[in-house]
Every structure is written in structure tokens, then in C-alpha cells.
Nanobody
Framework: VQLQASGGGLVQAGGSLRLSCAAS????????MAWFRQAPGKEREFVAG????????SYADSVNGRFTISRENAGTTVYLQMNILKPEDTAVYYC???????????????????WGQGTQVTVSS
């Protein structure tokens, strides 16, 4: 499975961006899809995750109410709508997917089997 992320860019504080991540290859083997981010000098952190059906979603406290994760195309594409962006949201955003069919959404990176290449999001103050 290959994950291709896109949609990053430069935006002013208070603005919005929409990230996309498309899975290709053996997509039937993808379960949970999630977004992580890593800012310079910091560890990679969980942002949001969705079960394959989209019925289960999970968000980090820091983005809850501002970001929305969704899945389309039979669960092969995941989006992250980011609103009311803040300078502290600046990071490289990575999409990830598990092989597990479980709807449980891990918040640590270990259980994720596939990773995209990352897309830079920069929020200016």
C-alpha cells in the first residue's frame, strides 16, 4: 500500500487548509487511517484518525473542534479539514494507515503499517 499526501501550504492564522491522502495498491488491506504531525525539534504526535467506515473518529485535544477527518472513495482516501489554524499547528503532516480491520484508533505511531511522505503546513501569525 502506498499513501500519497497533498494539500499543505502556507496560510495565515485563522485560515483553513484541507489535506488529502490517497491510498493505492492493496487498499483493501487498510483499516484505520490517521494523520500525525511533527514540528521541528518535537516528537511526532497524533492529530486525528478514522475507522475504515468513518463511523469512528478520534482527535487530539489540541485540534478537537477545529479539525475534521473524513474518509471517502470506499475508505481509500482520507481528508483533514483544518480550520482556525494557529501558528502552533505548523508542522509536517503525515498520513498513516493500519492493516488491522479493528475500528480502534491508535494514538501512537507504532501500530501503523503504512506512511505517506508528509506535507508541510505553515501557519503565520
Amino acid at each position: 500500500v502506498q499513501l500519497q499526501a497533498s494539500g499543505g501550504g502556507l496560510v495565515q492564522a485563522g485560515g483553513s487548509l484541507r489535506l488529502s491522502c490517497a491510498a493505492s495498491g492493496r487498499t483493501f488491506s487498510t483499516g484505520v487511517m490517521a494523520w500525525f504531525r511533527q514540528a521541528p525539534g518535537k516528537e511526532r504526535e497524533f492529530v486525528a484518525g478514522s475507522s475504515r467506515s468513518g463511523s469512528v473518529r478520534s482527535y487530539a485535544d489540541s485540534v478537537n473542534g477545529r479539525f475534521t477527518i473524513s474518509r471517502e472513495n470506499a475508505g481509500t482516501t482520507v481528508y483533514l479539514q483544518m480550520n482556525i489554524l494557529k501558528p502552533e499547528d505548523t508542522a509536517v503532516y503525515y498520513c498513516a494507515a493500519t492493516r488491522s480491520s479493528s475500528a480502534y484508533i491508535p494514538r501512537n505511531s507504532g501500530p501503523y503499517d503504512y506512511w505517506g511522505q508528509g506535507t508541510q503546513v505553515t501557519v503565520s501569525s
